[in-house]
């Protein structure tokens, strides 16, 4: 599971009101009026709590003639909230799938990287894709934050497509981004780590 969706759903049911409409729908389907009411909470607070809630999945609305209501999705919440104790396991045979030795790594640079530092194009497969991503990430200082357009700048200096590389490094863990800042993750969390010489 990335890590971002665990974020996403630690930061929505975070919140005290939030609980308590997990606990209501814990008991049966309810509409808004209904959950507005039982909290004493006006209509429009309630929708927007139960579109935080609806964006994890563990909440989803299901019309009856004229009245949507909203149910809790018990299988999701249960997966979700034991998420996070399964994250050495996932982490484990994701690294042992993805292990490159330095022979390997080296080929795959020759490959994919011209002797100016340009990267010819994205490679395919996942291997060898965060071989190369694990090779320009590590312009970046760990512990430093970065705008979204110096992020930009570097990547266009070896490859066109910022957007792209930027988006791999999100999604393999390579790097984290909030509020259009990003910072490097633990090297311990990154798929593969190719030593720059």
Do not use: C
């Amino acid at each position: 599971m990335q890590l971002e969706k665990m974020v996403q759903f630690h930061k929505a049911v975070g919140d005290t009101t939030r609980l308590r409409i997990i606990a209501l729908l814990r008991r049966g389907p309810l509409h808004g009026q209904a959950i507005a009411g039982k909290l004493g909470l006006r209509p429009p607070t309630i929708t927007h709590h139960l579109k935080k809630l609806k964006d994890t999945g563990m909440v989803y609305s299901r019309r009856d003639k004229n009245t949507i209501y909203f149910h809790l999705n018990e299988q999701k919440l249960e997966f979700m909230t034991t998420a996070i104790l399964r994250i050495g396991d996932e982490e484990t045979v994701r690294a042992e799938e993805l292990k490159v030795d330095e022979t390997e790594q080296s080929k795959i640079i020759q490959s994919f990287v011209t002797v100016e530092g340009k990267l010819k194009q994205i490679p395919r497969q996942l291997k060898k894709k965060n071989v190369i991503l694990s090779y320009f990430v590590q312009w970046f200082e760990h512990g430093k934050t970065y705008e979204e357009k110096d992020v930009n700048a570097y990547i266009q200096t070896f490859f066109d497509d910022f957007a792209t590389i930027r988006r791999e490094w999100i999604m393999q863990q390579f790097m984290y981004r909030e509020n259009n800042t990003y910072e490097l993750n633990p090297v311990e969390m990154w798929p593969v780590v190719v030593i720059r010489k």
